[in-house]
């Protein structure tokens, strides 16, 4: 069992910057694909960014460029650092971790981008 947790989210203006954490506890993470996703009112939950248990890592288009997936097993925390932010990355962030038929989600942490 594995419980993630996220933090980093709030209010930020447009071109500016976040970095998202997903803090995982009961078991290391060093074997997980880890991903964030992000799900805005009225839309559906959308893949952001994934990074593998070996580290390869695939973003959405929209995202490409501003956005940065990082894993740190020693600290068993995943991040999303996030630039030039645009007020359409508004949407609560979820953290994402998989292994085989394992699957676990955070419960969330919101972002909004707005002037």
């Known amino acids: 069992q594995v419980q993630l947790v996220e933090s980093g989210g709030g209010l930020v203006q447009p071109g500016g910057s976040l970095r998202l954490s997903c803090a995982a506890s009961?078991?290391?993470?060093?074997?997980?694909?880890m991903g964030w996703y992000r799900q805005a009112p009225g839309k559906q939950r959308e893949l952001v960014a994934v990074?593998?248990?070996?580290?390869?890592?695939n973003y959405v288009d929209s995202v490409k460029g501003r956005f940065t997936i990082s894993r740190d097993n020693a600290k068993n925390t995943v991040y999303l650092q996030m630039n030039s932010l645009k007020p359409e990355d508004t949407a609560v962030y979820y953290c994402?971790?998989?292994?085989?038929?394992?699957?676990?989600w955070g419960q969330g942490t919101q972002v909004t981008v707005s002037s």
């Open positions: 009961g078991s290391g993470i060093s074997i997980y694909g």
């Open positions: 990074i593998t248990a070996g580290s390869s890592t």
């Open positions: 994402n971790a998989w292994f085989r038929t394992y699957n676990y």
